[in-house]
């Protein structure tokens, strides 16, 4: 980068110092990638002669963000995904050398009054030395396949121990007390190559459908034990591809061995905050998709390892456990009961475990999830407690969500003596906000992120395997940052600074796109499966009159539905949609508004942010006259309800919205898209992965709301004239959700990912005992004391 920028200063002299002194003017110190490509593309129009497509171009195309202090200007530039390099350029002398990323924050620092030159840096990059790290920019979030691919050709080749490596993890496997696998008949790999023929010959003069018991007592004598399949056949199967990876070992081979082990019979999947409940707790505030995706994820779950261990000739029950918080005053939610039996699921269990004050007394009320961090330690431990006595042993794997969740994890998965720990993010905050981290004081009274982007970083490093719901998630796009990528290095400026925090090519990362209940989100053509015995109720929500809980109706209710549904977060941007809708009076005669989301009284509401929402809303519907167009219902539905929601607003030929500033991923966005509506996302975060723009719906940039509004009025006036449009809008959405977001192909994928990672852990030192210190030490010396203040 630095030679492009000195052969751009060498060939465009004038040009470069010109737009420099023009970045200068600016009263901000900081600049965002939008200003720094819009001052350039002016200059460039301003002074024609190729500018725009010179070398300056190419290297501010891909700059992410700059910074001055009025004499010297450093730029961030992003040259790749997740790959970056930073710039030094004096304004004066147009001298420019490249300076490393600590230098780059520092500079930073400085303009937010902090100079610190030594302060506490974290760099997790030491610690990854000589560990294998994805190179292709394609590959990110592919981490599987990629470790599968280098570590067994390094395990089996370069070591040449790694089947005595195999037979030891074979012979690690028990159920309660029961040895699995391998029994003590087998002690070396050529013995356990000769047990291989012996049983070989055994099973091939047996029909395919023997079951095991009738050749447990035979196989057992060679040294073989419960695990390696149902009926003779598999067992051979099994055998047989052991047998190949001990010839020549392939990554093929071994994924699809080890998917035949048992070794995940029970799970804890953290979620503490929120009201996590079955009913009535969908659209408060901090509760929502997180809450549906973990219950979905469940039932999926239980319904794969059911099959898998079934399948290898063990019938035991799986066990899973959602651990969340018991809050006694529950709010007509079922929330202060200690067990729930997850629905759906024939064993699955919500386990809720109080948090306690510093006297030990049960706190009672629902604690925002901005709150909650003072809370976790001594949560971990009563969990760990709980745990044991519901298992009777610890589980075999640890699944975190949210960044709470993710740092109970850690510490559970630490303190029960390694066990193997997954990570789903749902959300990471540092991305929502602008400058969340330069300027974390100023927010932290509210927000805390001092403590969540501290106990991020500790989980994000601490876990075996993280699952993300999309690519951009990860690494973004070719223009914006992901989430994790937003990790890599960041100032805190007075706590510490961040040079390596997460690497996005870390082979930890992988796509596991989550789904919608197919059994309740189903396209609205399939009129045998419609819920009519709803309609009534559904009328009544869209059509009806007043009522407590609502505002506004239809005056013209022939016109078609624009219909948003989300929590009444700021984040969201319902406020911004129905401002957009107010402004365009093409839009409004095209269609009338339909928002689910929060409560109509603030009375109702017991957060800061949502109340505020609520004002915004009732004073945007007073002073724009929407009440005859627009109908809010304050309400909670359940799922069943919202399911056929969907599909009433496409038998209407109506169309879903999702206007957020910034979406993680975008449950609504799915199951509307599953139901059949063309569906309008935000380009900001997962919808601009989950729709493909223009064939199974539309993106559109909140940040330009009159736009967005245009290309919605646009389709239904299209759509009115053309009903084929909407057709072939409404086929594609439900075409795309079928081929890629759906439970059945999430948990084949999570057990994979489970066994392979376990395994791995078990096999080579992914352990990372030297990680795992480093961050116990800012566990202690960072986090704690940051939440200790908080209480
Ligand atoms: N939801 C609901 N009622 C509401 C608001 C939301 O049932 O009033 C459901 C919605 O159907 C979806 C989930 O809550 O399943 C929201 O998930 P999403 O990923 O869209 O957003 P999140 O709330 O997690 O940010
Ligand atoms: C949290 C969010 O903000 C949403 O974007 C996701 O869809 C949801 O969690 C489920 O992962």
Redesign the pocket.
Known sequence: MIKLLETAIDEQRESVSRLVERYMRSERPFLVRSELWDEFRELAEAEGDGLGDSKLGRLLYNAQEGAHDGKTLVLAVRYQIARWAYLWIDAATLEAREIDVSQYLQFKERLVGVDQPHALELDIEPFMRGFPRLQETRSIGRGVEFLNRRLSSQLFFELGKGDRKLLEFLKAHTVGKRQLMINGEIQGVQELRAAIRTANELLERLPGQTPWSEVERELGSMGFEPGWGDTAARVQETLQLLSDILEAPAPGVLEQFLARIPMIFSMAILSPHGYFGQENVLGRPDT???V??ILDQVRALEAEMRNRLSEQGINIEPRIYIITRLIPESDGTLCHQRIEQVKGCKSAKILRVPFRDQHGEVIPQWISRFEIWPHLDRFADEVQHELLTELGTRPDLIVGNYSDGNLVATLLADRLGGVTQCN?A??LEKTKYLYSDLYWRDNDEQYHFSCQFTADLIAMNAADFIIT?TYQEIAGTSYSVGQYEAYESFPMPGLYRVVQGIDAFDPKFNIVS?GADADIYFPYNQKEWRRTDLHEEIGALIFGGEREDARGHFADPDKPILFTMARLDRIKNITGLVEWYAESERLQKAVNLLVVAGSVNEEHSGDREEQEQIRTMHSLMHENGLDDKMRWLGVRLNKEITGELYRCVADHRGAFVQPALF?????TVVEAMASGLPTFATRY??PLEIVQNGVSGFHIDPNHGDQAAELMAEFFERCARDPDHWNAISDGAVARVQARYTWKLYAERMMTLSRIYGFWRHVTDLERAETRRYLEMFYKLQYKPLAEAMA
Not at 663 to 667: D, K, M, Q, S
């Open positions: 929502g998709g997180q549906v995706y789903i749902h959300a719901s989550p979406e993680a991923f975008g449950l975060g997962g």
